[in-house]
């Protein structure tokens, strides 16, 4: 039974990253804010991971990376990197060091938006030479990282009722 729920749980993440990576990429459902969208995969995979040990939380984070590569720069390597490393990093702080809870998921989520997308703008904007950067990130990109976090939320609460659903019974 418990074998069952673990593979039901683990389905519902996928058809929950499927469903935000279609909302994410479906042009003008998602309003821009001061010129930002947020980024739904980084939430789901970082919330998912603050339930999940660390196996499972890598390769979450691995396939939300993948998935935000597509959708954000056509290529794979920076977010599938930085989110695995995240995924899993949070994994293991949330199983053996720091208390799992809404306060400490959320201030680990804020640090990792600001961490990945800040990051996204160094090596895609300024190691690339491009002009008005300050510009760029001021309308653009502080937007997106407060937008991304503000996304964090609802999508905590829904894995939280998806990893509750699915341990109570065993």
Known sequence: MQK???VLRYFSYGIEILILYILQGTPNLIPEIYGGKPVLLICTALTIAAFEKEVPALFFGLGCGVLCDLAISNTIGYFAVVLTALCYLEAIIFNSVMVKNFLNTMLYAFCSCVLVIGLYFVFFFIFKGYTDIIYYFTNHYISR??????????IYFLNMFI????????
């Open 4 to 6: 069952k729920l673990t």
């Open 145 to 154: 990282i407060i937008y991304t976090f503000v996304c964090v939320f609802p």
């Open 163 to 170: 990893f509750t659903q699915s341990k109570e019974k065993e």
